[in-house]
């Protein structure tokens, strides 16, 4: 029963990723097709790592809650290959300096969205 709880979790976070991939990818005809830092992976990141700051900060939540929520959703939603691969893609299209700074700005700004949800969560 715990990976159904998983699964559906998952896959609402894959829907709400590719919302986000599709609402923010860049339109065509602008001046820059290609963003210069990848936003929907910067935006879904930090999202999921606030609701699963919450989630552990709202300690005890319920064990279905924590499948669906902490494993599923947020698993799906938020993605360590996704950054990797864009990071690298920055440091090919605007250089090393760029790609370190996305790479550290997502990292520093990802704890502190979770350390955020924390305290939210411990407030509840």
């Known amino acids: 029963m715990s990976v159904l709880w998983v699964c559906l979790g998952a896959a609402l976070g894959a829907g709400v ?3 986000a991939n599709l609402a923010l990818a860049p339109r065509p005809g602008r001046r820059h097709d290609v963003p210069p830092i990848p936003r929907a992976t910067l935006l879904v990141n930090l999202v999921g790592s606030l609701i699963l700051g919450v989630l552990v900060g709202a300690d005890p939540a319920s064990a279905r809650l ?3 929520l902490g494993i599923g ?3 799906a939603l938020t993605t360590w290959s996704s950054l990797s ?3 690298l893609d920055v440091a ?3 250089g090393l300096a760029v ?3 996305l790479l550290t700005a997502s990292l520093l700004t990802g704890v502190l969205a979770a350390a955020i949800g924390f305290g ?3 407030a509840l």
């Open 17 to 19: 990723r590719q919302l």
């Open 66 to 68: 924590t499948l669906a």
């Open 73 to 75: 959703f947020c698993g």
């Open 85 to 87: 691969y864009e990071v």
């Open 92 to 94: 090919r299209r605007r």
């Open 99 to 101: 790609a370190t700074g």
């Open 120 to 122: 939210i969560g411990q």
